[in-house]
């Protein structure tokens, strides 16, 4: 699963899935201001020429209209702290205003998915914006849930990327294996992210209690049915993933539930280059 063929398949697969796609007290953050990545046309080789003009006069223009800037605001409510992303810039205002819409509600779908009680139940949850550009939003959340009875917190992790043009919600099974990346998990050659001796010790001893073949086709199961869109159960509650993933500079991310003695939730980073 760690050969360059693999590698070079999901990173392939994975950014053609990308790029084809086209209440509460607030409080603002960093913000985070990028270009889209298709810029217009180079101008013509002629620099005196009307039609050179022109070209660059048009490039600089869709340039402009390209940038956009994604802040973070704060929903807040009894004991509930949520993070979710702005996005401004876009020359389209009815479909800006149905992107942040879309984002917000994603943001804060763990009270109804997550939450017990929301009048009693803790949740404290951080946005990240990762990128933000006229293709897709990349947003990634962290935070900490206690339900009302639980003994302890436990870990939270989500992530959301968007695109921006017809608001779809990309997810790890519309480009890469499931089974391959399941594999990838439970090999030698797993590398977590952000994480110390401490965590991978921990996260060694979950499949040292479990066994690979077990875990094999329950990780891939999880893998499968990863980020959003969010399903509703047979009960009419929303489902919540057990993965999520997103992919920043070239690098794929996706996470996993353990149980709290192990730590909750672990995040791998899969390098599409060199894997």
């Not at 876009?90 to 763990?110: I, V």
Request: overall charge negative; charged content about 25%.
């Amino acid at each position: 699963m760690q050969t360059k063929k693999i590698g070079m398949v999901c990173a392939a697969a994975f950014m053609a899935a990308l790029l084809a796609t086209g209440c509460g007290k607030k409080s603002s953050s960093k913000v985070v201001e990028t270009s889209a990545e298709n810029r217009a046309a180079e101008t013509a080789a002629s620099s005196g020429s009307a039609e050179s003009s022109t070209a660059a006069a048009g490039s600089q223009a869709a340039e402009k209209r390209a940038l956009i800037s994604a802040k973070t605001e704060n929903y807040q409510k009894d004991n509930i702290s949520i993070g979710y992303p702005v996005v401004s810039g876009l020359t389209d205002s009815a479909q800006q205003e149905k992107l942040n819409a879309h984002l917000k509600e994603n943001a804060l779908s763990p009270i109804e998915a997550l939450l017990s009680d929301a009048t009693k139940d803790k949740l404290t949850v951080t946005a990240e914006v990762i990128s933000a550009d006229a293709d897709r939003v990349v947003v990634v959340y962290r935070g900490e849930m206690q339900r009302s009875g639980d003994a302890a917190p436990v870990q939270l992790f989500y992530s959301n990327t968007v695109a921006v043009r017809s608001l779809k919600d990309l997810s790890l099974r519309d480009a890469v294996d499931a089974d391959s990346m399941a594999n990838y998990a439970l090999s030698d050659a797993f590398e977590l992210a952000n994480a110390g001796e401490s965590e991978v010790n921990a996260y060694k001893a979950w499949i040292q209690a479990n066994g690979k073949d077990a875990l094999q086709k329950s990780i891939a199961e999880k893998l499968e049915a990863s980020d959003f869109p969010l399903k509703k159960g047979d009960d009419g509650k929303l489902k919540w993933p057990e993965s999520f993933s997103y992919v920043k500079n070239g690098e794929i991310y996706f996470s996993l539930s353990l149980p709290a003695e192990y730590g909750s939730v672990v995040v791998f980073k899969y390098d599409m280059v060199t894997k």
